[in-house]
């Protein structure tokens, strides 16, 4: 029970049609089985209800919040509804992201309105729900923001929009924890690496034109360690511990979830 009575704000806690489980579902199940009562927001309602059902099925506590998170209204209300119900926020978990199925592609098959789209998903909805929940956070003087990147931010990655708005996000991340430390809140970012989840293998098979099998083995083939690709419940491990008093002087930090792949050279 290391999140024990805590109240955590999970943004993308449903998942891409597809096999196997997403990043945001792995932590809303994770921090709910950890003791937090989770208000779990994704803009599918059906989607975020089946991760509330799995929670209480394990006997934890959560509630479903439906928000498009490119509307700062809609963010605002998010917050506001954690706090109306539960009396103050402790973690803030920003989950949400696109690459492809928003439009991503190379720079010469770029368009303005797959940048938008991205930018406002990617990124624009972290610095927004940070900024609805850091006064709470600064009136408790505690609080935990844990950002979702990528390792594409930091090495070869051919699309436009996911590289800038990923690496965007740490510098983001950075800026939190230094302005925000004061108040004893931190701010930590992972960065995923080649992951077994519907959003990155589901998503290319259809993109593709492959089986899952065949994108599944030519991605595991690239990861280090094993061979294999992580799982959601390596990110969301990550995560539990970044919102865990363990991590209690840890902020400002870029957090590699990635087999391997960032440690090898040439």
């Known amino acids: 029970m290391r999140l024990k009575d805590r109240v955590a704000i999970v943004v993308g806690a449903g998942q891409s049609p597809g096999e196997g489980m997403g990043n945001g579902r792995a932590t809303a199940l994770t921090f709910a089985r950890e003791g937090a009562r989770v208000l779990c927001v994704d803009h599918n309602m059906a989607s975020a209800q089946e991760t509330i059902e799995m929670i209480v099925a394990q006997g934890g506590t959560a509630i479903a919040f439906k928000a ?14 954690a706090l109306a119900r539960w009396g103050r926020i402790d973690i803030l978990h ?15 098959d770029f368009t303005e309105e797959a940048l938008e789209r991205c930018v406002a998903i990617n990124l624009k ?15 408790q003087m505690s609080g935990a923001i844990i950002n979702i ?37 931190r701010a930590n970012v992972i960065l995923p690496g080649l992951m077994n989840t519907p959003m990155a293998v589901d ?33 969301a491990n ?27 050279r040439g």
Do not use: H
Not at 164 to 185: C, D, P, R, V, W
């Open 238 to 264: 990550a995560a539990l511990f970044l919102a865990s008093d363990e991590a209690g002087f840890i902020t400002g930090v870029t957090l590699p979830v990635d087999g391997g792949a960032s440690v090898r």
């Open 94 to 108: 920003n989950n949400v992201g696109v690459s492809l199925a928003g439009g991503d592609a190379e720079l010469l």
């Open 68 to 81: 498009d998170v490119t509307q700062t209204a809609e963010l605002k209300a998010m917050a506001a509804d």
């Open 125 to 139: 909805s972290c610095i927004f729900a940070a900024k609805q929940v850091i006064p709470i956070m600064r009136q």
């Open 203 to 235: 998503t290319r098979a259809r993109e593709f034109r492959k089986t899952r099998a065949e994108v599944e083995a030519e991605r595991d083939a690239k990861v280090p360690l094993r061979k294999k690709m992580g799982t959601a419940w390596d990110v």
């Open 149 to 185: 990147s990528s390792m594409a931010a930091i090495t070869t990655y051919p699309y436009v929009a996911y590289k800038a708005t990923k690496s965007a996000m740490i510098a983001f991340t950075e800026q939190l924890a230094y302005q925000n430390a004061s108040y004893g809140i």
